[in-house]
């Protein structure tokens, strides 16, 4: 009975069925809640079959429409569905370039309910998203938006003075922190995280493990210090509880994923929204309002230590505007605060986790590359003292793995998508409000005029000119994936950070290495918020150091 009225909602909201059509299949729905099994089971197959009907009614809706509006070119569109068959599920980014061969690199699909224009090479990605004002800067109505954070937030908050506001105050807490100057409280944390994260990893003993957990605890542990001003122990089991319910959320928000595209799905009972919506909620409910409760407790706005304190004090300054008639619809409101620290721990902790478990990955996979890095650490940093931030421009092979990782794992194959704000046009052709603007990561990163034929390949050594040096144009592709223009990542800086001081203290430290060989080595993934590896093992040995690690306590 759920699944005839969604069909049937389904058709209502795309207007796939003319109006006397549509007057059927209410009545079939309105005799059928009286009626016994059988006639429920006949009344599904009629609203399938009246749905069928509608192959010609939307091809004819889909002809006119192209008449009406200068598309760009692209494949056909299937009834209901558009073009997501021709997407693939294994590599969606992969399947995308294929079709950008045939129509052009900038091409159109519906995808479900929505239209989709995809932007497969770089100078497309920027003339939309960097050059074309605020005309791309929405967000789509996605079903996952809505129930991670119901459209508030930064990451999938649309296009509004609500989300320019918490931008604004995101840029403003990362400079408060010291992020980007000499006196950088954030790299502290990140370099006392890494010391405990490497401790953590030496008690396995040479014992083979999985690294998932311990990364993900020890990125999840920095944004922790930003938002809630301390960490957890590794081996906290709330802290643990936590880390497992954000990464089934993650896992369940597939960007490229059917669910996104098919509105009417979050009114599916039991379905994986629905599960994802529920856990988001009481992540809400539960740590983060626990966090906000303890801080208005002690709150002294003097004396900003975290971004709670910080935006509590914002919202007492906005409270006060409010009692002048001087504030009108902020966003500086307590119930906001709790969507806005889960958007910090979605982009800030699967990405960069995912990160990093790609880049451990590549070490045991190609070990001549891990040991020309540790030989340079060894070089540069010694055998004692540990890796720092001032380090980075002395350590080009360091940071071209890491750079070569990012792009053979290309995180997220279309990033986060944007919207169009308004009806509008691009390169001559017609954007409809709400056009989904979709960059292909996957072609930016695999451009062979941009790293050479070899893409397919993991080599550090592309990056390099013929001096040795790392070349900027290649890191700035690489770094496209932190978005482009009004929707940019704030955290970039951040994130870059830590990938690089975990990874140079992690290969300072140990040497590692797949339990049953390089050979062994899978690099196959699936789809969430990003791309990722399928779990591994591997193992860590310690290298000789001549350096007394710090005692730290945080």
């Known amino acids: 009975?759920?699944?005839?009225?969604?069909?049937?909602?389904?058709?209502?909201?795309?207007?796939?069925?003319?109006?006397?059509?549509?007057?059927?299949?209410?009545?079939?729905?309105?005799?059928?809640?009286?009626?016994?099994?059988?006639?429920?089971?006949?009344?599904?197959?009629?609203?399938f079959l009246a749905l069928l009907t509608a192959y010609r009614h939307t091809l004819t809706r889909t002809k006119h429409g192209r008449r009406r509006r200068r598309l760009p070119p692209g494949p056909t569109n299937y009834p209901i569905v558009g073009i997501l068959p021709f997407l693939g599920s294994e590599d969606p980014g992969k399947s995308v370039l294929e079709l950008s061969k045939k129509y052009g690199t900038v091409f159109y699909g519906r995808l479900g309910n929505f239209d989709a224009i995809f932007l497969n090479d770089y100078e497309s990605v920027r003339e939309a998203f960097a050059k074309?004002?605020?005309?791309?800067?929405?967000?789509?109505?996605?079903?996952?938006?809505?129930?991670?954070?119901?459209?508030?937030?930064?990451?999938?908050?649309?296009?509004?003075?609500?989300?320019?506001?918490?931008?604004?105050?995101?840029?403003?807490?990362?400079?408060?922190?010291?992020?980007?100057?000499?006196?950088?409280?954030?790299?502290?944390?990140i370099l006392q995280e890494a010391v405990l994260l490497t401790r953590s990893i030496g008690e396995t003993n040479g014992e083979?493990?999985?690294?998932?957990?311990?990364?993900?605890?020890?990125?999840?542990?920095?944004?922790?210090g930003l938002t809630f001003g301390k960490r957890f122990?590794?081996?906290?089991?709330?802290?643990?509880?936590?880390?497992?319910?954000?990464?089934?959320?993650?896992?369940?928000?597939?960007?490229?994923?059917?669910?996104?595209?098919?509105?009417?799905?979050?009114?599916?009972?039991?379905?994986?929204?629905?599960?994802?919506?529920?856990?988001?909620?009481?992540?809400?409910?539960?740590?983060?309002?626990?966090?906000?409760?303890?801080?208005?407790?002690?709150?002294?706005?003097?004396?900003?230590?975290?971004?709670?304190?910080?935006?509590?004090?914002?919202?007492?300054?906005?409270?006060?505007?409010?009692?002048?008639?001087?504030?009108?619809?902020?966003?500086?409101?307590?119930?906001?605060?709790?969507?806005?620290?889960?958007?910090?721990?979605?982009?800030?902790?699967?990405?960069?986790?995912?990160?990093?478990?790609?880049?451990?990955?590549?070490?045991?996979?190609?070990?001549?590359?891990?040991?020309?890095?540790q030989e340079e650490l060894d070089?540069?940093?010694?055998?004692?003292?540990?890796?720092?931030?001032?380090?980075?421009?002395?350590?080009?092979?360091?940071?071209?793995?890491?750079?070569?990782?990012?792009?053979?794992?290309?995180?997220?194959?279309?990033?986060?998508?944007?919207?169009?704000?308004?009806?509008?046009?691009?390169?001559?052709?017609?954007?409809?409000?709400?056009?989904?603007?979709?960059?292909?990561h996957y072609a930016l990163l695999h451009d062979p005029e941009v790293f050479g034929v070899d893409t397919e390949v993991f080599n550090p050594c592309r990056f390099f000119d013929d001096d040795g040096t790392v070349i900027k144009s290649m890191q700035d592709r690489v770094s496209s994936q932190f978005g482009i223009g009004r929707r940019a990542c704030p955290g970039e800086q951040l994130a870059q950070s830590e990938r690089f001081i975990f990874f140079s203290h992690l290969i300072h430290q140990f040497d590692f290495s797949a339990p049953d060989g390089p050979d062994s080595v899978s690099l196959d993934s699936h789809f969430g918020l990003s791309r990722s590896p399928f779990p591994y093992k591997l193992r860590a040995e310690r290298r000789p150091i001549d350096l007394q690690l710090p005692d730290i306590t945080l």
């Open 1 to 47: 009975m759920v699944f005839s009225k969604f069909l049937v909602h389904s058709a209502a909201s795309n207007r796939l069925l003319p109006p006397k059509a549509m007057s059927l299949l209410r009545f079939l729905l309105r005799i059928s809640t009286k009626a016994n099994r059988q006639t429920v089971l006949l009344t599904v197959a009629s609203v």
């Open 132 to 189: 074309s004002g605020d005309a791309f800067s929405d967000r789509p109505r996605f079903t996952t938006f809505e129930a991670w954070s119901g459209g508030r937030g930064v990451v999938c908050c649309y296009y509004q003075n609500h989300w320019k506001e918490q931008r604004r105050f995101l840029l403003k807490l990362l400079r408060n922190l010291g992020m980007g100057r000499a006196n950088n409280s954030l790299e502290d944390r």
């Open 208 to 224: 083979s493990f999985d690294p998932r957990i311990p990364m993900t605890m020890a990125v999840s542990n920095i944004i922790c």
């Open 233 to 373: 122990d590794y081996d906290n089991k709330e802290f643990e509880k936590f880390i497992c319910t954000l990464e089934r959320c993650f896992e369940m928000t597939d960007i490229a994923g059917p669910t996104n595209y098919f509105t009417l799905l979050k009114y599916v009972p039991f379905s994986s929204l629905k599960k994802m919506g529920a856990m988001a909620r009481s992540l809400e409910r539960g740590l983060f309002t626990r966090e906000k409760d303890a801080h208005k407790l002690i709150l002294n706005t003097n004396d900003c230590k975290d971004m709670i304190d910080f935006f509590l004090k914002e919202v007492r300054e906005n409270e006060s505007k409010e009692g002048r008639g001087e504030a009108p619809n902020s966003s500086f409101k307590e119930e906001f605060l709790p969507s806005l620290i889960g958007d910090i721990f979605a982009a800030g902790t699967d990405t960069s986790a995912c990160a990093m478990y790609w880049v451990m990955l590549f070490s045991i996979k190609y070990p001549k590359y891990q040991r020309r890095a």
């Open 379 to 440: 070089r540069v940093v010694g055998r004692h003292r540990l890796p720092r931030q001032s380090d980075r421009p002395n350590l080009p092979f360091v940071v071209a793995m890491l750079a070569e990782s990012l792009r053979c794992s290309a995180g997220g194959p279309f990033g986060v998508p944007h919207a169009a704000v308004e009806d509008t046009t691009f390169r001559g052709y017609d954007v409809p409000k709400g056009t989904i603007m979709i960059a292909n």
